[in-house]
Structures are given as C-alpha cells and as structure tokens.
C-alpha cells in the first residue's frame, strides 16, 4: 500500500494500474462505502485515517474487509440485542421471584448459611443436569437419564471388556503361535544344515543318472538303427523265433536219414547212368525237403500266435 502526502481522495481519477500494468476502471460506490468504513472504525479508536493512494487492488480488498465487518457488526448487534433482552427479562423475573418469596418470608436474609449454601448447590445441580427449573419431577426425571446413560456405559463397558478379553486371548494365541513357529523354523534350518550333504549327494547321484538316461536313450535308438537295417519287424518275436528254431531241428531230423542216404551212395559201383538216377531222386527229394521248410517257416512268420 502507498501512502499519498495528499488527502484521502489522492490518486482517485479515472482510472490508475494496479502494479501488474492492468487498468481497472474505478468504482465510486466501492471508494464511498471504504471511505465511510475507514472513518467509522478509526473514529472508534479516536484516530485519523492515514493517507493513501487509492488502486484498483486496494479499493477491492478494503471493500471486501469492509463487507465482512459489517456483516459481523450487524451479527455481533443482534445477539448483543437478543442478550440484553433476555438479561432484562431476567432480572424482572428475578425481582418478581424476589418479592413471592419476601412476601412468604423466604427472602435472602431469611435463610441460614446452610440454606443458602443448599440453595446454591442445588441450583449448580440444575445447572449441570440442564435442568429448566428445580423441581422434584425434573431432578426426577434427570437421574432417570442419567441411570439410563449410566447402563448404557455399563453395557459399552462390558462389550469393551468382553472384546478386550477377546482380544488378549487371540494375542497370546497368536503369540504362542509365533513362539511354535519360530522353534519350528529353528529345528527345520538345523534339519537343513545336517541335510545338506545328503542334497548335494543326491543332486550328483540325479545327474549322473540324467547322463546314463541319455547314453542308454542313445544305444536304444542304434539298436533299433541296427534291427532296421537287419530286417527286423515286430512281428518277429520270442515265440515266432522260438517256433522257427523248433521248425528247424524237425526239419533237421528229417533231412539227415536223407542226407546219410546220399552219402552212402558215394560207394555206388561206377554204373554211371545208374548214379546219376539215384543222385537225380535224391536230390529232388531234398529239395522238396527245403521247400516244405521254406513253407513252414513262411507259414510260422505270417501265423505267429497259432
């Protein structure tokens, strides 16, 4: 704010900046009320209004302050009013109480100590029950509340006391809980500790099993490669084989009375045309030898479960 040496109008032309390079047109209503408002809260402390220049900003906040005041002023007035309307009925209801009770001779001057000292407390009792007036009925009336307040708090207190207990029983659960898991953690990182060897041992035995996986998976597939290339057809079993060589040994046996037959021609006499028709039988029924062979071999591979 900027103090004018001039009066208090200094500076109120048509218009003036604000300090922010804004021009704000000046309100003369606004400048009257701040003016009247000035003069009337300095007059009220007996001092003058000091100079001032008059801005836009100014004249603003000072308008508003002035609305404020007056508006508590006016406030202020009525509840000062409406007091000092009741302080009057008081004091004439007072009086009128006052002159009953001197005329039944129950004035102030009447009462010992201890009545006055009674009559006071049991006001100060009506005062603190909020009580309207003193009689037996509404002090009555008043410790009813209050029993019926006092077992409400009781209740209150009870339902806190039972869930408080509630409480501290769960809380040492609770703590008897972490107690038991604590130990527990303790004996299972012991446990851990001793089993760590017997971990590492296991993990050694784990990997060299995962490499005799992997080798014995790759003898496995050139086995297979091998029965492949040989020829080897699943249904070529145990038995199939088995009934084969059961085959051959019959055949065996059949063929070598055959066989010894035609090695004693090897001492034929040198009849050569008479040889040549006993080589010719025999060699045509050893063939017909190896061909019912051939089929009961095929017979054997075609017809594995008979």
Do not use: C
């Not at 109480?97 to 004035?107: H, K, M, N, V, W």
């Not at 009674?118 to 009580?131: C, E, K, P, Q």
């Not at 050139?222 to 084969?244: C, D, W």
């Amino acid at each position: 704010m900027a103090f004018a040496s001039g009066g208090g109008g200094g500076g109120s032309g048509g218009g003036s900046s604000d300090g922010s390079g804004a021009t704000v047109a000046f309100d003369t209503a606004h400048i009257a009320d701040v003016k009247t408002w000035l003069n009337s809260v300095f007059d009220a402390v007996g001092k003058e209004v000091p100079d001032f220049e008059y801005t836009p900003r100014t004249v603003s906040h000072l308008h508003n302050l002035a609305m404020v005041s007056q508006s508590r002023t006016q406030m202020a007035g009525i509840v000062a009013a409406d007091l000092r309307q009741k302080a009057t009925e008081f004091r004439g209801q007072a009086a009128r109480i006052r002159e009953i009770l001197e005329f039944a001779g129950l004035s102030h001057d009447n009462f010992t100590p201890n009545g006055v000292e009674s009559v006071h407390t049991l006001a100060r009792a009506a005062h603190i029950l909020d009580l309207k007036d003193t009689e037996v009925s509404s002090f009555l009336v008043a410790m009813a509340d209050l029993s019926l307040k006092k077992v409400e708090i009781e209740e209150r207190r009870h339902k806190a006391h039972q869930e408080s207990k509630a409480l501290l029983d769960n809380t040492r659960k609770a703590i008897a809980r972490l107690t038991y898991l604590k130990r527990t953690l303790t004996q299972l990182e012991e446990e851990m500790a001793g089993r760590e060897a017997s971990m590492v041992q296991w993990q050694t035995n784990i990997k060299i099993m995962a490499s005799k996986e992997r080798q014995y998976l790759q003898q496995l597939a050139n086995f297979k490669a091998i029965l492949a290339r040989l020829g080897y057809t699943p249904e070529i079993s145990h038995g199939v084989l088995m009934q084969m060589v059961e085959n051959r040994r019959d055949l065996e046996r059949k063929t070598k009375p055959i066989l010894e037959t035609l090695r004693s021609y090897q001492d034929l006499p040198p009849d050569k045309a008479l040889a040549e028709l006993a080589i010719e039988d025999k060699r045509r029924e050893y063939e017909a030898a190896e061909k019912y062979l051939e089929e009961a071999l095929q017979s054997a591979l075609y017809n594995p479960n008979e």
